[in-house]
């Protein structure tokens, strides 16, 4: 039994599993998370490993090095990068998209071991992770208070931060900034030297002085005691009177030497939101976890919590990516039930009958539904890409109902029963929407398989697409019928019956026949003057192609989430006050120049872990960060690229600003590269003069390129360091080896962590380190005194030399070799032309010999994905070729069809250029899907033909009344499809910018 036989025999069982279906579907919607884009999850696993007090030199040679010779022969790598900066060593691995990661965590893993035994003793356990969208925070608060701030950071630390963690869904909650409570010893080197006390003395019997252990147990009759010996401080004031020497008879005490207080670590990032001084909250959230009901769940925390802390702390959301998803995906939803109301209103222009376009109204829902069904079972979420699948899925699944649905008419008009032109219209037409439906599916084939960020992106699309096209061949070849069967009237065309009164019906019937006739004229006319409307086509086709250098290119469009970020980098060396003072400026600018600023928030310095920088932001004593939050952008009249621009102007005006980087709203791309800049030319090289003089030059060149802003070398000039160089024989003949006087300078000058002061649940560093006073001149390093084994002190000076040398702030790798990176932001003008004009003067310029210049990151990236998307282009014509000569079975039919396909790329290149639309991934995928598209048409009208040549009609002839009576349908689907579309142009909410390039794509294919 045939499909639409079973549907006209079997009602009952067709509504029931219709019905089925929707309930199922509707279950699966509910529970269907909501993100912004599909899970995209870059191959990429960083090790981190944090070297307290060291140069960034020092980070490459004794971490970063020797972390990289063993990680580079992980299997299945693509790339391996590094950054050593000071106290900081980041190695990443890039493996090749579809590599399993946890294998590839074990591999690492493994590898690590073997690096670790040439690591330096002080460093800290290496980490490692996966990066992933989930790093990204989806909270970022500003917390502020006036009375409470000196308490703030434990204050949020003990109520709000562990409270938090509870929440289901969070990964983790840091702070940054604040004032962390830590035990102070400083002491007095004049002192330690009178009562001859090597500092690593005192450092020792601190922590033995701070302990509990337990001593065994004793029994006592029946009874049986532990017996404890509790011998931690207490008090801060205990450790001032621990006995740390004995001098003459006269115990000295810590009291003696140093001065010991109960008081905050040195504060080397500061935090101010709404220009009050306070801390920054970052949310994160676990991988696979859902970011809106996540960021609900912890803000309704935040409220309850808020209400039991001190009245004057306030703790202010800033930047929550829920906000952007939300009013995404309400922009989105609306677009496709627009879309379905459009196409409803098509249906019904066209039948001017209600049963009739009920119908096929009914055909939307089912088709759509039974997508969802897939998406839960899939472990989808509802996002962009699932949404916009749906949104231009909404025009296309009426098609085959359209087609079948007409077909059914046009027999019952012809005086056959209703129950037999249900079953047999459906069969006659069945073969062609079949072909039509499949030659959409099949161009989606290659994109399910497709690599690299493409495939990432893109699979779910292709998937929800193919699915819900299949639904809608099932709904037509089954419910369409059995629908018809029940709700259409048997009548004769020469009677109709029709809801809006015969008048109306016979008056557009005339006006549609007409249309029809003279479009049956128009076909004699092209059939009669052939060489003519060929010479037109070739015309149109050839000066359509003229225009395509005309059409800008870029990666990913940008959104306009309302989010404004601002990275300022002051001189090297900069005191972090210094950077505050900056930030205080660049904040008064924010709020004279941009009242549609709801929030801001900002920080300065760097944080003794390095959270900022594996969230993408960079840190330093001379680096500041701003980040504003816009009201939506309903509500104001500039994007945020105007305002980003106002922004821009006047920060570049205030003195002392090196580096600047203002990034106005946010790009997928941003996520993809960890933060990296449209435009980065990546120099490689290990000599560092050489690569920063060429550096210097091709900077030069992207500063005069037009659409470049915030030029900038991702590698600072350095700052001066102060090297001891130890002659070591002397320091040997002594009783001093190396790892002493290291030791005992690191202990002076940086500090030493000697043990922990427990106080409640809450552990704080018991910090060793030379009083301030006595750390200001290089003679202060020359004073320092290292007792030898023999117990002789010496003076530093005795043994060593002190001289200034510049030392590299951070040193970048890539493949084991050194780079440099040349990066801007761009405005006003597409990625692709911009790039063109800097690779042209790129190749006038001389590249010393051994050093190596290319494009980096998006421009690279678009390049791979361009690509791979021109082989899905060719290879997608060929599939949809292949589907059609199979139904044909004939090998010219389909050429002919095929020349539908030019015309789909002139309709694209024009609207392109009327609309100032770039050609970026999105649009590109619009594209590839014109061509399972715009042959649907092709395919209605020749098969129809070569029914009509099979019942006697000459060639000619059969063409015209083909396209006659083919129109009708014709048209019908093609507006259907455009109209389902026009809310993705006509919406322009909150991430538009990503779906307006597809519909509109797909949109001006058809129409052309």
Same mark, same amino acid.
């Given at each position: 039994?045939?499909?639409?036989?079973?549907?006209?025999?079997?009602?009952?069982?067709? !509504?029931?599993?219709?019905?089925?279906?929707?309930?199922?579907?509707?279950?699966?919607?509910?529970?269907?998370?909501?993100?912004?884009?599909?899970?995209?999850? =870059?191959?990429?696993?960083?090790?981190? !490993?944090? %070297? =307290?007090?060291?140069?960034?030199?020092?980070?490459?040679?004794?971490?970063?090095?020797?972390?990289?010779?063993?990680?580079?022969?992980?299997?299945?790598?693509?790339?391996?990068?590094?950054?050593?900066?000071?106290?900081?060593?980041?190695?990443?691995?890039?493996?090749?998209?579809?590599? #399993?990661?946890?294998?590839?965590?074990?591999?690492?893993?493994?590898?690590?071991? @073997?690096?670790?035994?040439?690591? $330096?003793?002080?460093?800290?356990?290496?980490?490692?992770?996966?990066?992933?969208?989930?790093?990204?925070?989806?909270?970022?608060?500003?917390?502020?208070?006036?009375?409470?701030?000196?308490?703030?950071?434990?204050?949020?630390?003990?109520?709000?931060?562990? =409270?938090?963690?509870?929440?289901?869904?969070?990964? &983790?909650?840091?702070?940054?900034?604040?004032?962390?409570?830590?035990?102070?010893?400083?002491?007095?080197?004049?002192?330690?030297?009178?009562?001859?006390?090597?500092?690593?003395?005192?450092?020792?019997?601190?922590?033995?002085?701070?302990?509990?252990? $337990?001593?065994?147990?004793?029994?006592?009759?029946?009874?049986?005691?532990?017996?404890?010996?509790?011998?931690?401080?207490?008090?801060?004031?205990?450790?001032?009177?621990?006995?740390? &020497?004995?001098?003459?008879?006269?115990?000295?005490?810590?009291? /003696?030497?140093?001065?010991?207080?109960?008081?905050?670590?040195?504060?080397?990032?500061?935090?101010?939101?709404?220009?009050?001084?306070?801390?920054?909250?970052?949310?994160?959230?676990?991988?696979?976890?859902?970011?809106?009901?996540? !960021?609900?769940?912890?803000?309704?925390?935040?409220?309850?919590?808020?209400?039991?802390? $001190?009245?004057?702390?306030? *703790?202010? =959301?800033?930047? #929550?990516?829920?906000?952007?998803?939300?009013?995404t995906i309400n922009n989105l939803r609306q677009s496709v039930i627009w879309g379905g109301i459009f196409v409803i209103l098509v249906t019904l222009f066209f039948l001017r009958q209600l049963s009739s376009t009920l119908i096929i109204a009914l055909t939307i829902p089912f088709s759509l539904i039974i997508g969802f069904i897939f998406l839960y079972l899939c472990g989808y979420t509802i996002n962009v890409m699932s949404l916009v699948s749906l949104a231009i899925a909404v025009g296309m699944v009426v098609d085959n109902a359209v087609v079948i649905l007409d077909n059914i008419t046009r027999h019952r008009d012809r005086g056959e029963k209703l129950s037999e032109a249900s079953i047999f219209a459906p069969s006659e037409v069945g073969l062609a929407v079949t072909a039509a439906a499949f030659t959409t599916i099949v161009i989606f084939v290659p994109l399910m398989f497709l690599g690299g960020i493409v495939g990432v992106m893109f699979k779910q699309l292709a998937f929800v697409i193919s699915i819900t096209i299949l639904a809608s061949l099932f709904t037509a070849l089954t419910l369409i019928p059995m629908l018809s069967s029940r709700l259409l009237k048997s009548t004769s065309s020469s009677n109709p019956k029709p809801r809006f009164g015969k008048r109306f019906y016979k008056l557009s019937e005339r006006w549609f026949k007409y249309v029809e006739l003279r479009y049956k004229k128009l076909l004699g006319w092209t059939l009669g003057h052939r060489k003519r409307t060929l010479g037109i086509v070739i015309l149109v086709f050839v000066s359509s192609l003229a225009l395509i250098p005309m059409i800008g290119t870029e990666f990913i469009p940008e959104i306009d989430s309302g989010e404004l970020g601002i990275t300022v980098e002051l001189p090297v060396g900069t005191r972090v006050e210094e950077t505050d003072r900056v930030t205080r400026e660049i904040e008064k600018i924010l709020k004279e120049n941009a009242p549609e600023i709801e929030g801001m928030t900002g920080f300065c310095g760097r944080s003794e872990e390095g959270h900022a920088e594996t969230m993408g932001f960079k840190e330093g004593s001379n680096v500041g960060q701003m980040l504003a939050k816009l009201v939506r952008k309903g509500e104001r009249r500039r994007s945020v690229k105007e305002i980003g621009k106002v922004i821009r102007e006047k920060v570049s005006r205030i003195p002392g600003i090196s580096k600047m980087d203002i990034r106005a709203g946010a790009t997928i791309a941003q996520l993809l590269f960890a933060g990296a800049k449209p435009i980065s030319i990546e120099i490689i090289g290990h000599s560092l003069e050489e690569t920063n003089e060429l550096a210097v030059r091709i900077k030069k060149i992207v500063e005069v390129t037009p659409g470049t802003v915030d030029v900038k070398i991702s590698r600072d000039p350095g700052r001066a360091e102060l090297r001891v160089k130890v002659d070591r024989k002397k320091a040997s003949d002594l009783g001093l080896n190396m790892a002493q006087i290291a030791d005992t300078l690191r202990t002076?000058?940086?500090?030493?962590?000697?043990?922990?002061?427990?106080?409640? #649940?809450?552990? %704080?560093?018991? @910090?060793?380190?030379?009083?301030?006073?006595?750390?200001?001149?290089?003679? /202060?390093?020359?004073?320092?005194?290292?007792? &030898?084994?023999?117990?002789?002190?010496?003076?530093?000076?005795?043994?060593?030399?002190?001289?200034?040398?510049?030392?590299?702030?951070?040193?970048?790798?890539?493949?084991?070799?050194?780079?440099?990176?040349?990066?801007?932001?761009?405005?006003?003008?597409?990625?692709?032309? *911009?790039?063109? /004009?800097?690779?042209l003067e790129l190749a006038r310029i001389d590249i010393p010999e051994g050093i190596s210049v290319g494009f980096g990151g998006e421009v690279k990236e678009q390049r791979k994905a361009f690509r791979d998307l021109v082989m899905l282009l060719i290879l997608g014509i060929f599939l949809v070729y292949m589907v059609m000569a199979s139904q044909f079975e004939s090998l010219l039919d389909p050429f002919v069809i095929m020349f539908s396909v030019p015309f789909a790329f002139v309709g694209v290149i024009w609207f392109l250029l009327l609309t100032g639309t770039t050609l970026s991934i999105i649009s590109f995928i619009g594209l590839i899907m014109l061509m399972g598209i715009v042959v649907n048409n092709g395919i209605v009208l020749v098969d129809y033909t070569n029914i009509l040549r099979a019942r006697g009609l000459n060639l000619f002839e059969a063409i015209r009344t083909a396209g006659q009576h083919r129109l009708r349908p014709v048209l019908m689907t093609s507006l259907s499809a455009i109209f389902g579309m026009m809310p993705l142009v006509l919406i322009r909410g909150e991430g538009s910018e990503i779906w307006m390039p597809l519909g509109g794509t797909v949109i001006g294919g058809l129409l052309v």
């Amino acid at each position: 039994m045939r499909l639409p036989e079973f549907g006209v025999k079997r009602p009952t069982t067709v !509504t029931m599993l219709f019905l089925g279906i929707f309930i199922l579907g509707v279950m699966c919607l509910v529970r269907l998370p909501v993100d912004l884009m599909p899970e995209i999850e =870059p191959p990429a696993i960083s090790v981190i !490993t944090i %070297y =307290p007090g060291a140069g960034a030199t020092d980070v490459e040679t004794k971490v970063t090095k020797y972390i990289e010779d063993n990680l580079s022969i992980v299997n299945n790598l693509d790339e391996i990068k590094s950054k050593s900066k000071e106290n900081l060593s980041i190695v990443t691995c890039e493996f090749e998209w579809g590599t #399993d990661l946890n294998e590839a965590s074990n591999d690492i893993r493994d590898k690590l071991e @073997f690096a670790k035994k040439d690591l $330096p003793d002080d460093i800290k356990e290496p980490m490692i992770f996966k990066f992933n969208t989930a790093i990204m925070p989806i909270l970022i608060c500003g917390v502020k208070a006036r009375e409470s701030y000196l308490k703030l950071y434990d204050i949020i630390d003990d109520r709000v931060v562990d =409270p938090l963690k509870t929440v289901p869904g969070v990964g &983790s909650v840091k702070i940054m900034a604040g004032l962390e409570r830590q035990i102070n010893v400083y002491f007095d080197r004049e002192r330690l030297e009178a009562f001859r006390i090597p500092i690593q003395q005192v450092v020792q019997i601190l922590a033995r002085e701070n302990i509990t252990l $337990p001593a065994g147990s004793l029994k006592l009759g029946k009874a049986e005691y532990n017996i404890r010996v509790p011998g931690e401080f207490e008090t801060p004031d205990e450790i001032g009177d621990v006995v740390i &020497s004995k001098y003459e008879d006269v115990l000295i005490y810590l009291k /003696d030497i140093a001065r010991v207080e109960d008081s905050f670590k040195e504060q080397t990032m500061i935090s101010r939101t709404n220009r009050e001084y306070g801390l920054l909250l970052m949310v994160q959230k676990m991988t696979g976890g859902n970011t809106v009901n996540i !960021t609900r769940a912890v803000k309704e925390k935040l409220k309850r919590i808020e209400k039991t802390l $001190p009245e004057d702390i306030e *703790i202010i =959301p800033i930047i #929550d990516s829920s906000e952007l998803i939300v009013s995404t995906i309400n922009n989105l939803r609306q677009s496709v039930i627009w879309g379905g109301i459009f196409v409803i209103l098509v249906t019904l222009f066209f039948l001017r009958q209600l049963s009739s376009t009920l119908i096929i109204a009914l055909t939307i829902p089912f088709s759509l539904i039974i997508g969802f069904i897939f998406l839960y079972l899939c472990g989808y979420t509802i996002n962009v890409m699932s949404l916009v699948s749906l949104a231009i899925a909404v025009g296309m699944v009426v098609d085959n109902a359209v087609v079948i649905l007409d077909n059914i008419t046009r027999h019952r008009d012809r005086g056959e029963k209703l129950s037999e032109a249900s079953i047999f219209a459906p069969s006659e037409v069945g073969l062609a929407v079949t072909a039509a439906a499949f030659t959409t599916i099949v161009i989606f084939v290659p994109l399910m398989f497709l690599g690299g960020i493409v495939g990432v992106m893109f699979k779910q699309l292709a998937f929800v697409i193919s699915i819900t096209i299949l639904a809608s061949l099932f709904t037509a070849l089954t419910l369409i019928p059995m629908l018809s069967s029940r709700l259409l009237k048997s009548t004769s065309s020469s009677n109709p019956k029709p809801r809006f009164g015969k008048r109306f019906y016979k008056l557009s019937e005339r006006w549609f026949k007409y249309v029809e006739l003279r479009y049956k004229k128009l076909l004699g006319w092209t059939l009669g003057h052939r060489k003519r409307t060929l010479g037109i086509v070739i015309l149109v086709f050839v000066s359509s192609l003229a225009l395509i250098p005309m059409i800008g290119t870029e990666f990913i469009p940008e959104i306009d989430s309302g989010e404004l970020g601002i990275t300022v980098e002051l001189p090297v060396g900069t005191r972090v006050e210094e950077t505050d003072r900056v930030t205080r400026e660049i904040e008064k600018i924010l709020k004279e120049n941009a009242p549609e600023i709801e929030g801001m928030t900002g920080f300065c310095g760097r944080s003794e872990e390095g959270h900022a920088e594996t969230m993408g932001f960079k840190e330093g004593s001379n680096v500041g960060q701003m980040l504003a939050k816009l009201v939506r952008k309903g509500e104001r009249r500039r994007s945020v690229k105007e305002i980003g621009k106002v922004i821009r102007e006047k920060v570049s005006r205030i003195p002392g600003i090196s580096k600047m980087d203002i990034r106005a709203g946010a790009t997928i791309a941003q996520l993809l590269f960890a933060g990296a800049k449209p435009i980065s030319i990546e120099i490689i090289g290990h000599s560092l003069e050489e690569t920063n003089e060429l550096a210097v030059r091709i900077k030069k060149i992207v500063e005069v390129t037009p659409g470049t802003v915030d030029v900038k070398i991702s590698r600072d000039p350095g700052r001066a360091e102060l090297r001891v160089k130890v002659d070591r024989k002397k320091a040997s003949d002594l009783g001093l080896n190396m790892a002493q006087i290291a030791d005992t300078l690191r202990t002076h000058f940086y500090g030493k962590e000697a043990t922990k002061f427990r106080e409640a #649940d809450e552990e %704080y560093d018991i @910090f060793v380190r030379l009083k301030e006073e006595s750390r200001r001149v290089i003679p /202060d390093i020359e004073n320092v005194t290292i007792t &030898s084994f023999t117990g002789k002190p010496i003076k530093l000076k005795n043994i060593a030399t002190i001289t200034e040398e510049l030392e590299p702030l951070e040193i970048e790798r890539k493949e084991q070799e050194r780079i440099v990176k040349v990066e801007a932001g761009t405005y006003g003008r597409p990625l692709g032309q *911009i790039a063109s /004009d800097i690779k042209l003067e790129l190749a006038r310029i001389d590249i010393p010999e051994g050093i190596s210049v290319g494009f980096g990151g998006e421009v690279k990236e678009q390049r791979k994905a361009f690509r791979d998307l021109v082989m899905l282009l060719i290879l997608g014509i060929f599939l949809v070729y292949m589907v059609m000569a199979s139904q044909f079975e004939s090998l010219l039919d389909p050429f002919v069809i095929m020349f539908s396909v030019p015309f789909a790329f002139v309709g694209v290149i024009w609207f392109l250029l009327l609309t100032g639309t770039t050609l970026s991934i999105i649009s590109f995928i619009g594209l590839i899907m014109l061509m399972g598209i715009v042959v649907n048409n092709g395919i209605v009208l020749v098969d129809y033909t070569n029914i009509l040549r099979a019942r006697g009609l000459n060639l000619f002839e059969a063409i015209r009344t083909a396209g006659q009576h083919r129109l009708r349908p014709v048209l019908m689907t093609s507006l259907s499809a455009i109209f389902g579309m026009m809310p993705l142009v006509l919406i322009r909410g909150e991430g538009s910018e990503i779906w307006m390039p597809l519909g509109g794509t797909v949109i001006g294919g058809l129409l052309v």
